[in-house]
């Protein structure tokens, strides 16, 4: 009720935000809609929901019980936050067209065009900041930023990983690079010594991914930048055995309230691509700064 009283939600938006599964919303948006208190409206596949117009009870006695409810709730701010984020989503038709754009790129033939080309072409933009790249493995994109980076961290909790990387570091001439063994929820970075961390398809394998965040934030110095590239939430459970991934990946509120919590400001999140084939894997992309 209190998410709905001053914007329409589709069910589905209801259940991105809650994080609830969608037959436990639907029964109470039902009942409530049985108590005349909320009202609802069909538009193709989706059904949204709003506040009744006269309602069993007046609206302003409405507002002043729920404002009291969300007092005693805990999770109040952070459904507060999600429902600015699903909002966002619908406003931002710019990232509708560039997904649908995203989806396109490569389809047909163009000479000399290719996702590595691109890949290159934007590290060049990379200033000349202090980089930790945490779950970094053999270190192939910690090997890209080092071409333009002051310096850049790798992080892994692999021996094997560490010893190829620093050989494949030290073989290509990368003086800038430097491997280092460790955790990433405790990294062996110094407090306040990092621009710009990165957590590639690496924070699924945090036993905590909030203690990770948390670490990341203490090595960031002021005004320092977090991004997160993971896999969108997804059911192949086979994963855990294929790839030894301890979390199905991160849905966006998810990622979201993670940044909050870790007192990231700006936080944003968006899914950035599917893969065309089963399972369909997508990638989410998350930043904030401290």
Same mark, same amino acid.
């Given at each position: 009720?209190?998410?709905?009283?001053?914007?329409? *939600?589709?069910? $589905?938006?209801?259940?991105?935000? @809650? %994080?609830? +599964?969608?037959?436990?919303? /639907?029964?109470? =948006? #039902?009942?409530?809609?049985?108590?005349?208190?909320?009202?609802?409206?069909?538009?193709?596949?989706?059904?949204?929901?709003?506040?009744?117009?006269?309602?069993?009870?007046?609206?302003?006695?409405?507002?002043?019980?729920?404002?009291?409810?969300?007092?005693?709730?805990?999770?109040?701010?952070?459904?507060?936050?999600?429902?600015?984020?699903?909002?966002?989503?619908?406003?931002?038709?710019?990232?509708?067209?560039?997904?649908?754009?995203?989806?396109?790129?490569?389809?047909?033939?163009?000479?000399?065009?290719?996702?590595?080309?691109?890949?290159?072409?934007?590290?060049? *933009?990379?200033? $000349?900041?202090?980089?930790?790249? @945490? %779950?970094? +493995?053999?270190?192939?994109? /910690?090997?890209? =930023? #080092?071409?333009?980076?002051?310096?850049?961290?790798?992080?892994?909790?692999?021996?094997?990983?560490?010893?190829?990387?620093?050989?494949?570091?030290?073989?290509?001439?990368?003086?800038?690079?430097?491997?280092?063994?460790?955790?990433?929820?405790?990294?062996?970075?110094?407090?306040?010594?990092?621009?710009?961390?990165?957590?590639?398809?690496?924070?699924?394998?945090?036993?905590?991914?909030?203690?990770?965040?948390?670490?990341?934030?203490?090595?960031?110095?002021?005004?320092?930048?977090?991004?997160?590239?993971?896999?969108?939430?997804?059911?192949?459970?086979?994963?855990?055995?294929?790839? $030894?991934?301890?979390?199905?990946?991160?849905?966006?509120?998810?990622?979201?309230?993670?940044?909050?919590?870790?007192?990231?400001?700006?936080?944003?999140?968006?899914?950035?691509?599917?893969?065309?084939?089963?399972?369909?894997?997508?990638?989410?992309?998350?930043?904030?700064?401290?």
């Amino acid at each position: 009720m209190h998410l709905l009283q001053t914007q329409e *939600l589709s069910v $589905a938006e209801i259940q991105e935000i @809650l %994080g609830m +599964g969608q037959s436990r919303i /639907s029964t109470h =948006l #039902a009942q409530l809609k049985r108590a005349g208190l909320l009202q609802d409206r069909r538009v193709g596949k989706n059904i949204y929901y709003s506040w009744a117009t006269g309602g069993p009870i007046k609206q302003p006695e409405l507002r002043s019980l729920i404002g009291l409810a969300m007092q005693e709730m805990p999770e109040a701010d952070s459904d507060c936050s999600a429902l600015n984020h699903v909002l966002a989503k619908r406003r931002d038709r710019a990232r509708e067209y560039f997904n649908k754009l995203a989806g396109k790129f490569g389809r047909s033939y163009c000479p000399g065009r290719s996702w590595q080309g691109l890949a290159h072409l934007l590290l060049t *933009l990379v200033p $000349a900041i202090d980089v930790a790249d @945490l %779950g970094a +493995g053999e270190g192939t994109l /910690s090997q890209l =930023l #080092a071409k333009r980076a002051r310096k850049v961290i790798a992080i892994d909790n692999s021996e094997r990983m560490v010893e190829v990387g620093t050989q494949l570091a030290k073989d290509h001439g990368i003086a800038n690079l430097e491997y280092r063994l460790g955790d990433l929820e405790d990294p062996p970075i110094a407090e306040n010594s990092i621009d710009l961390a990165i957590f590639s398809q690496a924070l699924h394998h945090a036993n905590s991914p909030q203690k990770a965040l948390g670490a990341a934030r203490r090595f960031l110095r002021s005004g320092g930048r977090l991004v997160v590239v993971d896999l969108l939430a997804h059911t192949f459970e086979q994963a855990r055995e294929l790839y $030894a991934d301890l979390w199905l990946g991160f849905s966006e509120i998810e990622l979201l309230r993670l940044l909050e919590q870790s007192e990231f400001r700006n936080p944003e999140v968006q899914v950035v691509s599917r893969e065309p084939v089963s399972p369909h894997f997508q990638t989410v992309l998350a930043t904030g700064i401290k």
